[in-house]
């Protein structure tokens, strides 16, 4: 599934998704930011029902501008 926003939103909602993943993703995108075209994959444990913040791993982060 593909959820696709803007800011500041969908840079709030991934952040606070994220609970585990390579901890230098994370920092890049707390420093860069959510550009456009950007692309955060996030690993979620379960039904979509039962997401809650802090439960997804995050796999990858990509920006034009990082």
């Known amino acids: 599934m593909a959820v696709v926003g803007r800011n500041p939103g ?3 909602l ?9 901890d230098d993703l994370r920092a890049r995108l707390e420093e ?3 550009h ?7 690993t979620i ?3 979509w029902a039962e997401i ?3 439960a ?10 990082a």
Do not use: C, K, N, Q
């Open 10 to 12: 969908i840079l709030d």
């Open 14 to 22: 991934a952040l606070g998704l994220t609970g585990s993943g390579t």
């Open 32 to 34: 860069t930011g959510f």
């Open 36 to 42: 456009t075209a950007g692309v955060v994959v996030l």
């Open 45 to 47: 444990p379960g039904p």
């Open 52 to 54: 809650a913040y802090g």
């Open 56 to 65: 997804a791993r995050m796999e990858t982060y990509w920006s034009p501008h």
